[in-house]
């Protein structure tokens, strides 16, 4: 944990005060350490201040005359001295600030961000989560960060990683409109649902975000894309509304455009659902989504060494994210984060192209033109039962 110091320099016998003790006390129990960042030494006077408000003591205090290179606030090198005194990684830190050279330099590390508004407003041009008392600094850590990654599917190959939050089938805890929803709910049919005061929607990608990140699967400056839908020029709106906003919580960056449909395309699951009932029903294959779906033209040149972060709301077999990952390599990007809410069934197929495209331009590939290999991933069973009693035990009082 790394606070800056006057998130804590509050007044002693204040609710604020006491609740960041409690807040302090509860990081020592847990086995976490922490530490306060400060541009100049502390004064006697911060000193005595400090003192003065019982908190235990910190394990590590950082100001610019640990910085070797002598960089303000806002430089990575800050967050360096802590994961080099702790021997840790940056998706290991939980970074809480309230000014804005706060928030850059945990964004500019890849670290996990909250803005501490028992401290101050957020200032304008920045975008983060928000603590609105310490107490919900603890609850957010309970909640979404001490558990580690939780996947029900997951797959590693090369130079991709796959993750799916939950099965497709899973039922949660809710609030409103009733006690529990399923994914469906939310991401297929759009309905409002709410977990306490929250959108279940934000919530569910808090996760996905949060689990990816404890991984250390979101290093600084990526590319956040939503594979397109069906219909030409259309994303779920489920999900661009979320990621506009949450690309920026890692120093990433929202494209819409990175990936275009071009011309409309068959909506696989319902033709999938057609078959199931014995209707007619177009045969579906990763043609389709190749002969539909390219880069923008915009990125050309702009993608190699990049980390891109491909999400969709549900994978079955796996033919768009595969198509996505395809163009992706074929423009050189370096990693390729591809990561769904949901998943259908347990296998993921994995499709390699004969020959080369232009991933920037339409094409006329048919399904000759490729070979295909079914994987399974690695499953675990357990993983809607953790999320759903983690839902179930941030609904029970906590503030938010």
């Known amino acids: ?6 998130t804590l ?3 002693p016998g204040t609710a604020e005060a006491v609740a960041a003790r409690g807040m302090l006390e509860q990081l020592h129990a847990w086995g976490l350490r922490w530490c306060m960042f400060t541009t100049n030494p502390l004064s006697e006077h911060q000193r005595q201040h400090l003192a003065a408000l019982d908190y235990p003591d910190p394990d590590l205090l950082v100001d610019l005359s640990h910085i070797a290179s002598g960089k303000r606030r806002g430089s990575p090198h800050w967050v360096d001295v802590v994961t080099q005194a702790f021997a840790l ?7 809480v600030g309230y000014t804005a050279m706060d928030w850059r330099t945990a964004i500019n590390s890849g670290v996990m961000y909250q803005h501490a508004a028992w401290a101050a407003r957020m200032p ?3 975008t983060s989560l928000v603590a609105r008392s310490p107490e919900a600094v603890t609850q957010f850590i309970a909640t979404f960060l001490t558990s580690g ?3 029900s599917h997951r797959l590693d190959r090369d130079n991709w990683a796959l993750r799916s939050l939950l099965p497709a089938s899973a039922t949660l805890p809710s609030t409103s409109p009733g006690t529990t929803f399923r994914l469906q709910d939310v991401f297929t049919y759009g309905k409002p649902i709410k977990i306490d005061s929250g959108d279940a929607r934000g919530i569910l990608m808090l996760f996905v975000l949060a689990n990816a990140y404890l991984e250390g699967l ?3 400056n990526p590319y956040f894309c939503v594979y397109p839908s069906s219909k030409k020029g259309k994303v779920s709106e489920q999900l661009q509304g979320y990621l506009d906003k949450a690309a920026s919580l890692f120093h990433g960056y929202y494209r819409e455009d990175l990936l275009v449909r071009t011309v409309d395309a068959p909506d696989t699951s319902l033709e999938r659902w057609k078959a199931s009932q014995g209707r007619p029903a177009e045969e579906v294959t990763i043609a389709t989504q190749a002969r539909t779906v390219h880069l923008g033209e915009r990125y050309r040149g702009k993608l190699a060494g990049k980390t891109v972060v491909i999400f969709d709301d549900f994978t079955t077999h796996g033919m768009s994210l595969e198509w996505a990952r395809l163009l992706l390599n074929a423009a050189g990007v370096e990693r390729i984060i591809m990561l769904t809410v949901g998943k259908y069934g347990t296998r993921h197929t994995r499709y390699e192209l ?3 495209v232009d991933p920037y331009v339409p094409n006329a590939l048919t399904a000759d033109d490729f070979k295909a290999v079914n994987l399974m991933p690695v499953a675990d069973p357990q993983a809607q039962d953790r999320l759903y009693q983690l839902i179930a035990s941030s609904m029970d009082g906590a503030d938010a």
Request: negative net charge; hydrophobic residues 40%; glycine residues 10%.
């Open 1 to 6: 944990m790394i606070f800056d110091y006057k």
């Open 9 to 11: 320099l509050l007044h």
């Open 89 to 95: 990684e940056r998706y290991e830190l939980l970074y």
């Open 124 to 126: 304008g041009g920045t």
């Open 149 to 151: 990654p939780s996947w």
């Open 218 to 220: 979101l290093p600084a």
């Open 354 to 356: 004969i020959g080369q």
